[in-house]
Nanobody
Framework: QVQLVESGGGLVQPGGSLRLSCAPS????????MGWYRQAPGKQRELVAA???????TYADSVKGRFTISRDIAKNTVYLQMNSLKPEDTAVYYC?????????WGQGTQVTVSS
């Protein structure tokens, strides 16, 4: 069973920054893709950003230019750098890893953007 350990959430003021981390229990290269999703109260879970094993990235339109997904191979960790945060970014953020049709999810980390 794959485990994804997330960290980095918290409370931040509008305009601030946070960096989320996701460390899987297997090499990140075992996965076809890894990504970050979020779910706000009363809303469906949505894709925020994803990165493939080849390094290609994709972003939701709402975060383009503000969020960056990246990976550190030596640390076997995927990051989500979030800048210029807005109140509407408030949600539980989940890390996801896809491996040949299997999907693994982290436990989620709360991000709250509020003054």
């Amino acid at each position: 069973q794959v485990q994804l350990v997330e960290s980095g959430g918290g409370l931040v003021q509008p305009g601030g920054s946070l960096r989320l981390s996701c460390a899987p229990s297997r090499s990140i290269f075992r996965f076809n893709a890894m990504g970050w999703y979020r779910q706000a109260p009363g809303k469906q879970r949505e894709l925020v950003a994803a990165i493939t094993s080849g390094g290609s990235t994709t972003y939701a339109d709402s975060v383009k230019g503000r969020f960056t997904i990246s990976r550190d191979i030596a640390k076997n960790t995927v990051y989500l750098q979030m800048n210029s945060l807005k109140p509407e970014d408030t949600a539980v953020y989940y890390c996801k890893a896809d491996e040949w049709g299997m999907a693994y999810w982290g436990q989620g980390t709360q991000v709250t953007v509020s003054s």
